[in-house]
């Protein structure tokens, strides 16, 4: 380590005392069974502290990059440190598909789906719900290996992690075949069409994704991503409930070039060029922004958006631009969508962590009436006891990490306060 280490945005600076690359399996359990402190880095895509130690920060991105693809289960067991940019070809090629991708194919899947990282979709779960086994070192170096079928409702506690039970090294993920998808942009959605038909509009296509400045009262995109079912498709119309179909490729930023952006104007290409909204192509080698995302029951979605329409000046007056999308009910103990379909209001602000919580705490008042649950790895400011009733398996996620790691090698200050030990 040369310097300080940072998280992708810059607004972290880690208190690691050092960072590791370790080249093997079993570099990797020495290390972890030597430290005192030890958490998983990722792609360092998280905005707030959930990733920091005071000890060793590890990087799984020098491992034996493996995927093996079970065509006859189909599944895929890939190494924690791949990113799904690095992933999705090879499984394209061998006729396969992951059910949905994030923002970004930039970001690692361990990483990804230990903070409930999603794309969009009514029928779509997060990233994790792919997850049907895991690998992980535990706080002494031992390998544990656990399965879906196997361990039952343990392994629902495992995928969520956080990186608090150990260092996943390994995940199997559910295949679906390949698909195809095609891409329409609509400008200037009217509000009140979304409250009337957001059923509609949110559940019509494989996954669409509402873009709002929040500085009128229009939408200012809706992103629709359409599963080609075949050649009898017919394209989009040219208004739909209010809106224009966009006869240019669009950023989600107003004003910024769309030339990193996935391929629009209902070109039909891969589900991996797709479903991200940015091209794997496109490196995003600094941040200039911060990041908040809130789940909500998908049916209070108007409750939700007229609610923040009294704050709509605060939230603008700090905002790039927000994003609404949707995802399936899940199981997994810490998914802010678990067991109930949600709805994600997802927040890029200016690199101004001063001027944007305020606007935070502003914003968690105002989604309180509807059991806000705040995106694990993004700015949130929600109070511990809040966090804790609004997850059912709160209390037995501690307990999990009490029996995984007794000493709290995996802990830290994050991890502390919102999940103390028992007692």
């Not at 995940?171 to 009337?196: C, G, K, M, N, S």
């Not at 060029?273 to 995302?293: D, N």
Request: hydrophobic content about 40%; aromatic content about 8%.
């Amino acid at each position: 380590m040369t310097g300080p280490i940072t998280n992708w945005a810059g607004n972290v600076d880690f208190g690691a005392s050092a960072l590791h690359r370790p080249g093997s399996l079993s570099e990797l359990r020495s290390l972890v069974a030597g430290s005192d402190r030890v958490r998983a880095l990722g792609t360092a895509h998280s905005f707030n502290r959930i990733a920091d130690t005071t000890g060793d920060l590890v990087s799984l991105a020098a491992l034996p990059p493996t995927v093996e693809i079970d065509t006859g289960r189909a599944t895929v067991s890939v190494a924690a440190g791949i990113r799904y940019g690095e992933l999705v070809e090879r499984l394209h090629r061998a006729g396969f598909a992951l059910h949905n991708l994030g923002s970004l194919p930039h970001i690692s899947v361990a990483g990804a789906c230990a903070t409930a990282t999603h794309g969009s979709g009514v029928g779509n779960g997060n990233l994790a719900t792919a997850v049907s086994g895991l690998e992980l070192v535990t706080a002494d170096g031992d390998l544990v290996t656990l399965d879906r079928d196997a361990d039952g409702d343990e392994f629902l506690g495992h995928v969520v992690g956080l990186g608090a039970l150990g260092v996943v090294t390994r995940l199997t993920l559910d295949l679906a075949p390949a698909f195809d998808i095609e891409q329409y942009v609509y400008d200037d959605l009217p509000r009140e069409q979304l409250d009337e038909h957001h059923a509609e509009i949110l559940g019509g296509d494989y996954s669409v994704s509402l873009f709002t400045d929040w500085a009128g009262p229009h939408v200012n995109q809706v992103w629709r991503k359409r599963r080609v079912v075949g050649a009898g498709d017919l394209g989009a119309p040219e208004r739909w409930f209010g809106a224009t179909l966009a006869t240019e490729a669009r950023h989600p930023v107003p004003g910024m070039s769309a030339v990193h952006c996935t391929q629009q104007l209902g070109v039909p290409g891969p589900w991996h060029a797709r479903l991200p909204h940015f091209r794997l192509e496109f490196t995003p080698s600094s941040g200039e922004e911060l990041q908040t995302e809130y789940f909500v029951p998908r049916q209070d979605l108007v409750g939700a958006l007229t609610a923040l329409d009294g704050i709509r000046d605060r939230i603008a007056a700090v905002l790039q631009i927000s994003e609404i999308r949707t995802i399936a009910a899940d199981e997994l103990w810490l998914s802010p969508a678990y067991r109930r379909d949600s709805v994600a209001l997802h927040f890029t602000w200016v690199k101004d962590t001063g001027a944007v919580l305020p606007v935070l705490a502003a914003i968690e008042d105002r989604l309180a009436p509807f059991a806000h649950r705040p995106h694990w790895g993004k700015l949130f400011v929600t109070p511990p006891e809040v966090v804790r009733d609004r997850y059912d398996r709160h209390g037995d996620f501690v307990a999990l990490m009490t029996r995984y790691d007794p000493a709290g090698k995996f802990r830290n200050d994050m991890l502390d306060r919102y999940f103390p030990a028992a007692g």
